[in-house]
């Protein structure tokens, strides 16, 4: 690989401030159930994803047409100001407002939506085909392994440590961190990112032309794109079933089963993040090693159907170490999905179009927030009624496996 420093830089880069965005984006709706806002903080979550049906296609625009390396400096750069100044009123005030919270949940949504669009279209740009299962592997591994680290030290920092010796003096103490604290340490962690990747050096592999017209008109060439392949159209929406019901499952529905269907508090959904994760760790050094001398499509189908029977024990469980087990093999099968299915796409689609076709592929992820999160603030899916949310996921599960295996993608 002719561009292995600069893709283990960025890569780095990315882990230090994932890392502390794990604690804020784990912090953020366990705050609302603790606050008992958990329907508020539904309102908020189905508004941001309104909001990134605008987001996602123009920030895909922005990928293609400018410099990737430069809009990782932006990106980070203005959340780490945006975060500092919402922490920053924390300290003053002594204290947040839902408000502010939810405020820091969309600067780091939105910048989630671009960073992980333009990281994969960059990786891309500066790696050779022959090494794109490699990359797209080691990015999920990184990106998990920063779940992992965020959900272990989460837990630690929302409920703080107190060990006793056996004359009941304490060995280890610790306080809970207040939210501004961890919005804190979050925009240190992405100005270090913006220094680091600052000294990123690349040579592109794949030379791109420079994008003329408005936003509009380099929409309209990538729409076009993919309204001449329908099958890849209909593969990039459906593909994304698993991911809409993990990102749903870990914003809306685990915090809520972890307390009311496992009696657990926030050391427990901060597990829930680990095992996840953990899960994904597997997946990304695995998956190439199972299914690398398989059909992409075929072994995603599998996966999907996978992630249907695991929906379902979750169902009828009430064991902690059980529901545990199960979200770790969620994240092998979600991660293996995913780097299945990007490394079909990066082979389907040219670099110079990757920003905006995924861009648009993505909206299928975004719609499909919207409709379940809009659903899931209901009071019937509160409480022990989490579970029929699970129900409905396996449905979809279902119908999008068939969808996909109807219209295999040549």
């Known amino acids: ?233 209909l593969f990039g929406m459906a593909s994304n079933i698993v991911w809409i019901a993990v990102v749903i499952n870990g914003f809306l529905l685990m915090a809520v089963y972890v307390k009311y269907r496992l009696n657990g508090g926030g050391g427990v959904f901060a597990l829930t993040d680990v095992a996840y994760a953990s899960g994904a760790i597997f997946s990304g050094v695995a998956i190439q090693r199972i299914f690398g001398k398989h059909d992409e499509i075929p072994s995603i189908i599998q996966l999907i159907c996978l992630a249907g029977v695991q929906f379902l024990v979750l169902i009828f469980c009430k064991n902690v170490f059980l529901a545990l087990s199960m979200l770790f093999l969620l994240g092998v099968g979600n991660a293996g999905i995913r780097i299945l299915r990007m490394k079909y796409l990066f082979s389907a689609i040219p670099n110079q179009l990757t920003g905006r076709v995924n861009g648009l592929l993505n909206l299928s992820a975004v719609a499909g927030r919207i409709f379940f999160s809009s659903i899931f603030v209901y009071s019937f899916f509160s409480k022990d009624g989490v579970i029929y949310a699970l129900g409905l996921f396996s449905f979809f599960f279902a119908i999008s496996a068939f969808l996909i295996r109807s219209k295999i993608p040549s």
């Open 1 to 233: 690989m002719n561009n292995r420093a600069p893709v283990f830089l960025l890569l780095t880069a990315n882990f230090i401030s994932g890392v502390a965005q794990g604690f804020s984006m784990l912090a953020i709706p366990w705050y609302f159930v603790k606050t008992n806002q958990t329907f508020v903080w539904g309102i908020i979550f189905t508004l941001t994803n309104i909001g990134s049906l605008f987001w996602i296609p123009y920030s895909g625009a922005l990928i293609d047409r400018f410099d990737r390396k430069k809009i990782f400096l932006w990106t980070s750069l203005i959340s780490g100001v945006a975060t500092a100044a919402i922490s920053g009123y924390g300290f003053w005030r002594q204290e947040l407002p839902w408000s502010l919270v939810a405020g820091a949940f969309v600067v780091s949504f939105l910048n989630f939506n671009i960073h992980f669009q333009n990281i994969y279209a960059f990786t891309q740009e500066i790696t050779e085909e022959a090494h794109y299962g490699k990359v797209i592997s080691y990015i999920e591994i990184q990106s998990q392994a920063t779940t992992v680290m965020g959900g272990a030290f989460g837990a630690l920092l929302l409920e703080g440590i107190h060990l006793n010796g056996g004359s009941g003096w304490p060995i280890l103490e610790m306080r809970p961190w207040h939210i501004q604290e961890i919005f804190c340490l979050d925009a240190a962690t992405y100005f270090i990112a913006f220094l680091m990747i600052l000294f990123v050096r690349y040579t592109p592999v794949v030379k791109r032309e420079t994008e003329t017209g408005t936003v509009w008109q380099r929409l309209k060439t990538a729409a076009l794109y993919l309204r001449t392949r329908p099958r890849l159209l």
